[in-house]
């Protein structure tokens, strides 16, 4: 795909001014020249173009808000003065597996004056003597070279510290995530003691009515003990009165 085409795509819906980073690697420079990119991209604070067959730079715009530039793999072997010109807030350039030979090349960084970190992997000049000590006298504003300072320390991985905020920010989350559960547990807790309390209530009722039952029954065998007591008293007073008629019929 076209430089040109590329960075039409990666604007989605958005003007040159709303773009902060732009991405557009692996696609294909028709004359080795930058295409497609304005000075209406004003805010853009990184920029990537790796592999895409640049030889030159002549054609960046200005960028007076680029801080991070990737230029790794392509062809570019000169015009560097051009990223001074066009980018003075430069932190993080690197120019990777490109043409760069001699140390004479690099001197147009030395106006980059905000130029922390210069990446030159894979690039021929790395192959000379005291190439480390050299590039470090040549430019002494940049703390990092491939990685690593004058003291082979290396240097601070950005995308370990937006791991390291993401992490903080996924504790946070696991936090509020735990205050949650715990809420939760709380209403199972309650519910449960919810449902006892109902079951409690339902053996009650089931208690009373069976209670209501035994004394319904009491009632009966009451009434049924008191009917049988009426019928032996009726059976006692035919008795009785059987008896004086047969004595009557005696005293006869």
Do not use: H, W
């Amino acid at each position: 795909m076209e430089m040109k085409k590329r960075i039409s795509l990666e604007l989605r819906n958005r003007t040159p001014a709303e773009v902060a980073e732009l991405v557009v690697d692996n696609c294909r420079s028709s004359d080795g020249e930058i295409e497609g990119l304005t000075d209406e991209f004003k805010e853009l604070e990184f920029l990537s173009m790796v592999n895409v067959g640049l030889t030159s730079l002549a054609k960046l715009p200005t960028l007076p808000k680029l801080r991070k530039l990737e230029l790794s793999d392509n062809n570019i072997s000169g015009s560097l003065e051009t990223l001074a010109e066009k980018c003075a807030n430069l932190n993080y350039l690197n120019l990777s597996g490109n043409k760069i030979k001699e140390l004479s090349t690099l001197e147009a960084l030395q106006n980059l004056k905000n130029l922390k970190s210069l990446d030159l992997f894979n690039c021929e000049i790395t192959t000379l003597e005291e190439y480390r000590e050299s590039i470090f006298e040549l430019l002494p504003q940049v703390t990092y070279l491939d990685g690593f300072d004058a003291e082979d320390n290396e240097a601070p991985d950005s995308e370990a510290d937006d791991d390291d905020d993401d992490d903080e920010d996924g504790e946070e989350g696991a936090g509020q995530l735990g205050d949650y559960e715990e809420e939760e547990e709380e209403d199972e807790e309650g519910s449960e003691g919810g449902e006892v309390g109902l079951s409690y209530l339902m053996k009650e009722n089931i208690q009373d009515e069976e209670d209501d039952g035994d004394y319904v029954e009491e009632e009966e065998e009451e009434e049924g003990e008191e009917e049988e007591a009426d019928v032996r008293g009726e059976k006692r007073k035919r008795d009785a009165e059987d008896e004086g008629e047969d004595d009557d019929e005696d005293d006869d």
